[in-house]
């Protein structure tokens, strides 16, 4: 099941602005930094995470714990005033990695635990 990501502004029905819930933001900051390659963005080229370069790495064990060294270390540079990472789970399935995230929202202390895909079939 794919869940719809919001950012900090959207539309509601009836065509005015509203302000995404907190926890839906911060699902949505994540993909962010996970799926922007460093260098994308011009006046923040170390942001990011390389993700994405490395969906067409051979699989491997050793892919699988790079990832999740680069994925935790860029959601602690990024993220660590809004959120404090507990885990990062990286799996490698035929030509898609998957990557789990457990974190904690710090301002309401509520815990979250969401997949992210990258790969095949996305």
């Known amino acids: 099941m794919t869940q719809r990501v919001f950012f900090p502004y959207q539309f509601d029905g009836r065509g005015r602005t509203r ?9 949505g900051l994540i993909e962010q ?3 922007t ?13 390389g993700l994405r370069q490395l969906v067409f790495a051979p699989n491997s064990p050793e892919l699988a714990a790079t990832t999740q060294f680069l994925v935790q ?3 602690q540079q990024w993220l660590a005033d809004l959120i404090t990472v507990e ?4 799996r490698a ?3 898609a990695l998957y990557v789990t995230v457990q974190y904690v ?3 309401t202390d509520m815990r979250e635990r969401q ?3 990258q790969g095949a079939g996305t």
């Open 115 to 117: 997949e992210f895909v």
């Open 19 to 27: 302000d995404a819930d907190e926890a839906r933001w911060i699902r």
């Open 73 to 75: 270390g860029a959601l």
């Open 37 to 49: 390659a460093p260098g994308e963005r011009v006046m923040r080229a170390d942001f990011g995470s």
């Open 87 to 90: 885990t990062v789970e990286v």
């Open 105 to 107: 929202i710090r301002r």
């Open 93 to 95: 399935v035929d030509a």
């Open 33 to 35: 930094v996970l799926f």
